[in-house]
Nanobody
Framework: AQLVESGGGLVQAGGSLTLSCTASGITYRMYDMGWYRQNSGTERELVAKVTADGRPRYGDSAKGRFTVSRDNTKDTVTLEMSGLRVADTDTYYC???????????WGRGTQVTVSA
């Protein structure tokens, strides 16, 4: 399986960015698709995802500012980020999580840098 991410970059605080992720070779029968970030923690935290049954879910940092969407025909997940803050600076990872096992497939990550 492979996840190809795009859309990271440098933006000023208050600006917008859109991240996209396209999956290929996924063999899970049911899976969530979404975006996570590493921050300084040991675990990646949820930014936003769309569940296998089409429901969007947001981490606390994303609520009210980011919008996640999923296209099952293209196996893509898109994160539209607005009102970006310096604190949003991080590496963002696309993740596909199997709903029937603990397995997750990760992309390589894309850097988002928000300047003051």
């Amino acid at each position: 399986a492979q996840l190809v991410e795009s859309g990271g970059g440098l933006v000023q605080a208050g600006g917008s960015l859109t991240l996209s992720c396209t999956a290929s070779g996924i063999t899970y029968r049911m899976y969530d698709m979404g975006w996570y970030r590493q921050n300084s923690g040991t675990e990646r935290e949820l930014v936003a995802k769309v569940t296998a049954d089409g429901r969007p879910r947001y981490g606390d940092s994303a609520k009210g500012r980011f919008t996640v969407s999923r296209d099952n025909t293209k196996d893509t997940v898109t994160l539209e980020m607005s009102g970006l803050r310096v604190a949003d600076t991080d590496t963002y990872y696309c993740g596909v999580r199997d709903r029937l096992s603990p397995e997750t497939t990760w992309g390589r990550g894309t850097q988002v840098t928000v300047s003051a």
